[in-house]
């Protein structure tokens, strides 16, 4: 019984003096806590998408806290009111951010585009890409394997007839999509507002788009020309809008002679 005794003395002082050895390590080795970063932390969304300019949301707590940038209004996912919680914490005046989502700029569907190839490598856009271009016949749309799908930590994208499709009640702004997508077909529009959008990047001649694709921009210069605010230029074939000068009028898209033009008034329906 003595042996027993002894040796349960024996473990509680191990014991003893190993919790000890842990609490002094703990004070010794002890890092700083920032209790401001942590506050701003709190009041991020966690989607360390990076749409803010840092990396991720402690990147963007710990810059704050460190004053290394003093503006609160950086994280779109989060909008206005992050934006608001975060200045009353920093003891900042806030400037309003202006609700975005995404859209995909392409109408390559199965009726636009055919396949050029039967492909049946790895799933993924990027790697598509690398085979001749991809399986269809225009190499500056979508292929639709659906690389941003995959990226967005709000199931906001799915694939409709071979076309990558963003829900806008479900999108966040926050720019994953429009860095996984290979072929740079990812724009961010302005919530509740109306503007022009062309839906292609086609940069070949015209009549080497019309082969490739039925929707494709033909580069013709009518929507140019129709446009009252001169917002719409013509860059290397291919029409591109400046959405600060357009007013949505639908001038455009009534000239476009294949229809690459649209107008979205995009809304959350919440």
Do not use: W
Not at 25 to 52: H, M, T
Not at 60 to 75: D, I, Q, V, W
Not at 232 to 254: L, P, R
Request: with cysteine; aromatic share 6%.
């Amino acid at each position: 019984m003595s042996q027993i005794i002894i040796a349960v003395v024996i473990v509680a002082v191990i014991g003893l003096i190993a919790g000890l050895g842990l609490a002094v390590a703990s004070i010794v080795f002890a890092v700083p806590v920032d209790e401001k970063a942590e506050k701003i932390r709190a009041c991020l969304p966690g989607a360390n998408c990076g749409a803010c300019g840092f990396t991720g949301c402690d990147g963007y707590a710990a810059a704050l806290s460190a004053g290394e940038t003093s503006e609160c209004n950086l994280c779109t996912p989060g909008g206005n009111d992050t934006a608001k919680q975060i200045g009353e914490i920093m003891g900042l005046s806030v400037g309003k951010i202006t609700p975005m989502v995404a859209a995909v700029m392409c109408q390559g569907n199965r009726t636009n585009v055919e396949d050029k190839l039967e492909y049946s490598g790895v799933h993924s856009c990027k790697m598509a890409t690398q085979l001749f271009g991809g399986p269809k016949n225009c190499v500056y749309g979508c292929i639709g394997f659906g690389d941003c799908a995959e990226v967005c930590p709000y199931d906001a994208i799915f694939i409709c007839d071979g076309v990558a499709r963003i829900n806008p009640d479900k999108c966040r702004a926050c720019k994953k999509c429009i860095a996984a997508c290979p072929r740079q077909l990812i724009d961010l529009f302005p919530l509740d507002t109306t503007k022009a959008a062309v839906l292609c990047r086609n940069h070949d001649k015209g009549a080497q788009t019309r082969k490739q694709c039925k929707a494709g921009c033909i580069g013709c210069m009518k929507c140019v020309k129709a446009c009252p605010m001169e917002a719409v230029s013509i860059n290397n074939f291919c029409a591109t809008v400046d959405y600060d000068k357009c007013i949505g009028c639908g001038k455009c898209h009534e000239a476009c002679p294949v229809g690459a033009i649209d107008i979205y008034t995009i809304k959350k329906h919440f």
